[in-house]
């Protein structure tokens, strides 16, 4: 499985980022299969799911903390997989990873998100 994770960055509490997750590798031809999902880790905390979006893109749920401001959304032409995130607070500082895998293990190498004051 090869994902690789882009679009993080610094950004002040009140701002926002898109991620993205570009999916390659012979698994990816069978990317519409797939839920698909985003999981963070801020420092010295353990892997936290953030949310998931099913294969068509007609479901997805979220972690309470990011509910009504992170929006998961998936192109299949393109096996990319977004995280739009809005309204950044502080707690949202971690590192973030895509997966095909509900529990994470298969992973990209992740993007650093901070929200600085």
């Known amino acids: 499985v090869q994902l690789v994770e882009s679009g993080g960055g610094s950004v002040q509490p009140g701002g926002s980022l898109r991620l993205s997750c570009q999916a390659s590798g012979a698994w990816s031809d069978y990317w519409t299969t797939y839920w698909m999902y985003w999981f963070r880790q801020a420092p010295g905390k353990d892997l936290e799911w953030v949310s998931k979006i099913s294969p068509s893109g007609t479901n997805s749920f979220y972690v309470g903390a990011v509910k009504g401001r992170f929006a998961i959304s998936r192109d299949n032409a393109k096996s990319t997989l977004y995280l739009q995130m809005n309204s950044l607070k502080p707690e949202d500082t971690a590192v973030y990873y895509c997966?095909?895998?509900?529990?994470?293990?298969?992973r990209g190498q992740g993007t650093q998100v901070t929200i600085f004051s």
């Open positions: 997966s095909n895998d509900h529990s994470g293990r298969s």
